[in-house]
């Protein structure tokens, strides 16, 4: 009886085993589906995108293929139109549509490069977004378009990427380089306000003294995790409601580019927020024009380089009415002349939970007078 007993107990464990297979089988196969799921936006299912060269572009950077681009874009609306790895040349800008019933999405393999061509015929952007068809209209399927992944070089001639029309246009994983605009977003279409959608983006101007990195006119308008350099202005904000973070406009000393008068972060209204910029090695890390005002969170302005005639963290034009908090600096001791702040004196501004630093030399620094 009790080896009886014994074989019925050793019986079901020997049960269990195709049990087991099967479930490993659901989870891998869970676990691919998901993967599938998960899916980036730069690889393309077989079927999911438009692919550019089934429709014989060129992408070997020699043969002028804007017109051809042009043609297929305006041709197949409400699609995603994907760029392989490969160069394709433009002598002048792409342009989309802001009607969503017009609307498409581009999308760029993490090697394909769309240039501009050395007899480019336009001081515009390289690409334009929501150029075509303008309309201001986010209630129907197609208003939500961008462009996503690739390389943008504006070959030293031309602008990078614009924001033309159309509202919550979105930009995100681009490298755009050799510009003199590195990103516009120019005047919404919604009472002004563009709604824009900028995240991890990095921006290579062409070293002139006059190069931006990002030049923002419209209003309300998102920028997450950007890094820029080569621009006299890293980020230049002419309208209000803008939301920044993490972005970080690097000084490099090449080519036309002059330090006196280079900015990183230049604001000409008020109602704007930066948390966690990063202004490198510029003249001025944060200039406000006009008397305008903002919040600046837990920004950081440093100088890894002594030979410059100066070092100015905040400048504001008349009183200081913003509220800085957690400002980091980082001057270098042997700067001649190192300003926290330039501003009247009188101000409703201040500067919190800031570690004050030494200075030099700095007869127009009243930093002391809004510390608190």
Known sequence: MNEMNKEMRREPASLHLPLIAVLLCLIIGTADMNAMGRKRPHTPASNDYLNVLDYGISNDGKADVADTLQRLLDAHPNRTIFFPDGTYLLSHPLLTSSDPTRSVCLVLSNYAVIKAAANWQAGEAVIRLGALHKKNNITINGSNYGLYGGIIDGSGV????????????????????????????????????????????????????????????????????????????????????????????????????????????????????????????????????????????????????????????????????????????????????????KAEKGGQGMLVNMIRVQKQNAADDVSDAYYK
Not at 247 to 267: A, M, T
Not at 294 to 304: G, K, S
Not at 316 to 335: A, P, Q, T, Y
Request: a negative charge.
């Open 158 to 341: 031309a602008n990078g990427v614009s924001i033309d029309g159309g509202r919550e246009t979105k930009v995100q994983d681009v490298s755009i380089k050799n510009t003199q605009i590195g990103l516009h977003i120019k005047y919404g279409a919604n009472s002004g306000s563009a709604d824009a959608d900028i995240s991890d983006v990095n921006i290579v101007g062409n070293n002139h003294s006059d190069a931006v990195g990002v030049l923002i006119e419209g209003y309300d308008n998102t920028l997450t995790n950007m890094r820029i350099a080569s621009v006299h202005y890293g980020v230049w904000i002419k309208s209000g409601g803008n939301s920044l973070r993490n972005i970080h406009p690097l000084y490099i000393s090449k080519g036309q580019q002059v330090y006196e008068g280079s900015c990183g972060f230049l604001i000409e209204q008020s109602n704007n927020w930066c948390y966690y910029c990063y202004s490198d090695q510029m003249s001025t890390g944060f200039l406000l024009k006009n008397g305008a005002s903002a919040n600046l969170t837990d920004c950081f302005c440093y100088w890894y380089s002594g030979k410059v005639p100066y070092q100015t963290a905040i400048e504001s034009e008349g009183k200081f009415n913003s509220i800085c908090s957690g400002l980091k600096v980082g001057f270098r001791d042997d700067c001649p002349e190192r300003t926290v702040l």
